[in-house]
């Protein structure tokens, strides 16, 4: 922060110490002309801190719309067509090799915005239409190419039940 003016804390003790510093009596009381460059200095910290205050607030500002700006592009990014693949491998932080519903295999950079943990290999993932950029991960059960039964999906049936009514709808022949 010292390359636009602003002090950090411990500059600004060093500089409460100056020279200007009030000299006090042996009672600790201030003298005279000491109070008024006392008070002087206190004005100026005062000053200098509003400025930082005001600082402050604009670039909080200004670092606010910036956000919802990043925020709309994202959206902007995922509401294009998107493509299905299946994750392969990661490459590096940024990139990774996909291969695609649409035939090859890609090497295609990574939204920052990704959870890298559900990034694993074999996991169905979504890219933009037009970069093949991966834009999201998509959850196990949207994954169209794997029809499994899970585990809350089990039938309630045993094999022996199903071996009971095979017996059961033979008919005897005598």
Known sequence: MEEIGVLVSSELKSQSRSPHQPSTSSEGVLVGDDLYIHYKNLQKQLEFLQVQEDYIKDELKNLRSEYLYAQEEVKRIQSVPLVIGQFLEAVDQNYGIVGSTM???????????IDRELLKPNSSVALHKHSNALVDVLPPEADSSIAMLSADEKPDISYADIGLCVLVSRPTHL
Do not use: H
């Open 103 to 113: 035939g090859p295999n890609y090497y295609v950079r990574i939204l920052s915005t």
